[in-house]
């Protein structure tokens, strides 16, 4: 079971950082996408992560704003989210899934298979 943390209330412009972590197993075994949606439409792959870390995604409306890294000793992925927006309000969950190799990014929703609950972020303009 993956759990999202971090989430809160932020203006615009500011920052935040999202937290994915595990209560069982290892998270480090795979690889982990951030997602989000808004209520009334699909969720949104908006950045993923390989196992072993180099191998990055990340969707157009996030590209240069947000980062994602992970830290396998503290079993943790992250998402640094920087320059918000209005339209960055969403609730974000992370989602992880076992690869083929170390290098593999899955790039969409229905490719996870592993969810969690969310964390709300919205972004006052």
């Known amino acids: 079971q993956l759990q999202a943390s971090g989430g809160g209330l932020v203006q615009a412009g500011g920052s935040l950082r999202l937290s994915c972590a595990t209560s069982?197993?290892?998270?480090?075994?795979?690889?982990v996408g951030w997602l989000r949606q808004v209520p009334g439409e699909e969720r949104d792959l908006i950045a993923a992560?390989?196992?072993?870390?180099?191998?990055?995604y990340y969707a157009d409306s996030v590209k240069g704003r947000f980062t994602i890294h992970r830290d396998n000793a503290k079993n943790t992925v992250y998402l640094q989210m920087y320059s918000l927006r209005p339209d960055d309000t969403a609730v974000y969950y992370c989602?992880?899934?076992?690869?083929?190799?170390?290098?593999?990014?899955?790039?969409?929703?229905?490719?996870?298979?592993?969810w969690g609950q969310g964390t709300q972020v919205t972004v006052s303009s």
């Open positions: 989602a992880a899934r076992t690869p083929g190799y170390d290098r593999y990014v899955y790039t969409t929703p229905r490719d996870y298979r592993i």
């Open positions: 069982g197993g290892t998270l480090s075994s795979y690889a």
């Open positions: 992560i390989s196992r072993s870390g180099d191998n990055l």
